[in-house]
């Protein structure tokens, strides 16, 4: 079945140091990609989408391409600040009508 | 501003009792769904409503119920029939097939004393 897999936390980052975090999905399609933001006691925000192989999504210097050939979805940021720390989510979705995350990795960023 | 209320933000329940989650959006989506988040698991659907006056379960129904009588509203009832109902719960709405992200409410904390 569907599923995304993200790599495991917590992380724990120097300030500007750079970011990575994994995600690989398994899907029978072509699914939307989604990378979405979990700050402590609040709901998750989109943080970034791509729809189709090879798109580019990016926001706030956070960028993740869309990799049919590794079916990966990988977050980067070059630079992170302390306000960069939270929790991210990957998710994929094939109509918009049945979401599929993963667990979350939480990432903690110290000045 | 356009966007999805819930409510209580924080909410305490005795054991046995039924306590329900109230879930409002102005976005004028017809899809909602109401997930939970628990530590290390990320999020698990629970219930999702495409249209008023339906409904599908999703991975985790059991122990839960909701409605949907009108368009911006898909309150979320735990029941005492849910064995481990202390949860983080989110309520989402999109606009339905093939549009896109899912928007998401703050959230609302269960804890059963």
């Known amino acids: 079945g569907d599923s995304v897999t993200q790599m495991e936390g917590p992380v724990t980052l120097s300030e500007e140091a750079f970011l990575t975090i994994n995600c690989t999905y398994t899907a029978t399609g072509y699914p939307s990609l989604f990378w979405y933001v979990q700050y402590p006691g609040e709901g998750l925000q989109l943080l970034l989408k791509a729809t189709k192989a090879d798109d580019k999504g990016s926001n706030k210097g956070f960028e993740a391409t869309y990799r049919k050939e590794t079916t990966s979805f990988h977050l980067e940021k070059g630079s992170v600040q302390v306000s960069d720390s939270a929790v991210y989510f990957c998710?994929?979705?094939?109509?918009?009508?049945?979401?599929?995350f993963g667990t979350g990795t939480s990432l903690t960023v110290i000045p | 501003d356009g966007g999805i209320t819930q409510s209580p933000k924080y909410l305490f329940r005795k054991e046995g009792q039924n306590v329900t989650l109230s879930c409002e959006q102005n976005?004028?989506?017809?899809?909602m769904y109401w997930y939970r988040q628990d530590p290390g698991q990320g999020l698990r659907l629970i219930y999702y409503?495409?249209?008023?006056?339906?409904?599908q379960k999703g991975d985790i129904a059991e122990g839960y119920s909701v409605s949907r009588e009108k368009k911006e509203s898909f309150p979320l009832t735990v029941t005492s029939a849910q064995k481990n109902p202390t949860a983080f719960y989110l309520c989402?709405?999109?606009?339905?097939?093939?549009?896109?992200?899912?928007?998401f409410g703050e959230g609302s904390r269960l804890t059963v004393l």
């Open positions: 409503s495409q249209i008023v006056n339906d409904f």
């Open positions: 976005l004028n989506h017809d899809a």
């Open positions: 989402a709405s999109n606009g339905g097939p093939n549009t896109g992200e899912l928007f």
């Open positions: 998710a994929l979705s094939y109509t918009g009508n049945q979401f599929y």
